[in-house]
T-cell receptor
Framework: GAVVSQHPSRVICKSGTSVKIECRSL??????MFWYRQFPKQSLMLMAT?????????EQGVEKDKFLINHASLTLSTLTVTSAHPEDSSFYIC????????????FGSGTQLSVL | DAKTTQPPSMDCAEGRAANLPCNHS???????VYWYRQIHSQGPQYIIH???NNETNEMASLIITEDRKSSTLILPHATLRDTAVYYC????????????FGKGTKLSVKP
């Protein structure tokens, strides 16, 4: 099946630094990718929709200046958490749909961010 | 909001069939039923989806009631590695959008 690669799988950073998370579709093209956040013992919550070649669409309550999304190619979307704070510590997951395929969404393996 | 209702948790003995129910009484005619699962600290994994006919693949079977108001995911021979949170999601056919996750069912497979 289709593979979505997410990197890094785990990152620990100091408060105030920025962290970039990459999401790649390895064997298909994705005009749209989605970024989710998941806190412990909770379900996935959509943060933003990443559109290739255009601005991302953010869900209500998600700060676009804090969570920068870039989708420069059909196989890569990045999420940058700027000036991270401890409350940003969470599990971040990306997903993508094969633009030329059926309707299934494929998910990355997730990134556990811990901000000290 | 998620449009499905699932029991919060279930147990299953290893080697036995796991039957996970999902209620989607407000489902529309153009909405599919999708099942994903999430093993601890990993991203969700696609399992199966269907519209109105029963479906089977190498992972599971999906049984959808005739009125489409509920469905059951069947793992025929559960193993310890099937311990995960299972999400039942309804989604419009042809949708370009994301998946909306509810709370799912935490399935614990026990030896």
């Amino acid at each position: 099946g289709a593979v979505v690669s997410q990197h890094p799988s785990r990152v620990i950073c100091k408060s105030g630094t920025s962290v970039k998370i990459e999401c790649r579709s390895l064997d298909f093209q994705a005009t749209t990718m989605f970024w989710y956040r998941q806190f412990p013992k909770q379900s996935l919550m959509l943060m933003a929709t990443s559109n290739e070649g255009s601005k991302a669409t953010y869900e209500q309550g998600v700060e676009k200046d804090k969570f920068l999304i870039n989708h420069a190619s059909l196989t890569l979307s990045t999420l940058t958490v700027t000036s991270a704070h401890p409350e940003d510590s969470s599990f971040y997951i990306c997903s993508a749909r094969d633009s030329g395929g059926d309707e299934k969404l494929f998910f990355g393996s997730g990134t556990q961010l811990s901000v000290l | 909001d998620a449009k499905t209702t699932q029991p919060p948790s279930m147990d299953c003995a290893e080697g036995r069939a796991a039957n996970l129910p999902c209620n989607h009484s407000t489902i529309s005619g153009n909405e599919y039923v999708y099942w994903y699962r999430q093993i601890h600290s990993q991203g969700p994994q696609y399992i199966i989806h269907g519209l109105k006919n029963n479906e089977t693949n190498e992972m599971a079977s999906l049984i959808i009631t005739e009125d489409r108001k509920s469905s059951t995911l069947i793992l025929p021979h559960a193993t310890l590695r099937d311990t995960a949170v299972y999400y039942c999601i309804v989604r419009v056919r042809g949708s370009q959008g994301n998946l909306i996750f509810g709370k799912g069912t935490k399935l614990s497979v026990k030896p």
